[in-house]
């Protein structure tokens, strides 16, 4: 049963328009949350992250927004740039527990 | 820099075969986990381990077993290979007890059962 939810699989965005990856998730006691990115044959590398008494965390380009009613967050990259093109991946955690993992986004940034 | 790395990039194994699949951390991070990534499930957690010795399953860690003799090194085996363990496995490490510690990932290995 999948946990945390990537509903789009790919996304494709002209450069310097905003891209907006969206995760939702079902578990409610989940309470902090990351965004890893994932370049073809690399492991995935850290993006961004926030925690549940937040409901925006800021840096540089990307924004991650949180909504917790909804048990929705979402990764703007603004503006989006060709080398942003990866695979995007959200992963959610309860009280330090393993990560739950969705099933990724493959991000396009058309020049 | 932090590093994590695994044995092989590519790998080809045949069906029955026993596969040892090595990860390396030079972080001193007490966590240590083994994933598997594949098309639409995205990355799974196959077994994790929070100390020397230690082990623990996560969600689909029926055909696998680990081993981590030393704090650095944290070994993922398929005792007899199948056609569907063939995936990209990803490794990673992590501080421990830190909640919410961002884990580092290795490059993957990619494996093919025959």
């Known amino acids: 049963d999948q946990q945390v939810k990537q509903n789009s699989p790919s996304l494709s965005v002209q450069e310097g328009r905003i891209s907006i990856l969206n995760c939702d998730y079902t578990n409610s006691m989940f309470d902090y949350f990351l965004w890893y990115k994932k370049y073809p044959a690399e492991g995935p590398t850290f993006l961004i992250s926030i925690s549940s008494i937040k409901d925006k965390n800021e840096d540089g380009r990307f924004t991650v927004f949180l909504n917790k009613s909804a048990k929705h967050l979402s990764l703007h990259i603004v503006p989006s740039q060709p080398g942003d093109s990866a695979v995007y991946f959200c992963a959610a955690s309860a009280m330090g527990n393993q990560f739950y993992f969705g099933t990724g986004t493959s991000l396009t940034v058309i020049p | 820099d932090v590093k994590v790395t695994q044995s092989s990039r590519y790998l080809v194994k045949r069906t029955g075969e026993k596969v040892f699949l090595e990860c390396v951390q030079d972080m001193d991070h007490e966590n240590m986990f083994w994933y598997r990534q594949d098309p639409g499930l995205g990355l799974r957690l196959i077994y994790f381990s929070y100390d020397v010795k230690m082990k623990e399953k996560g969600d689909i860690p029926e055909g696998y077993s680990v081993s981590r003799e030393k704090k650095e090194r944290f070994s993922l085996i398929l005792e007899s290979a199948s056609t569907n363990q063939t995936s990209m496995y990803l490794c990673?490490?992590?501080?421990?007890?830190?909640?919410?510690?961002?884990?580092?990932f290795g490059p993957g290995t990619r494996l093919t059962v025959l």
């Open positions: 990673a490490s992590s501080r421990f007890r830190e909640a919410y510690n961002e884990q580092f």
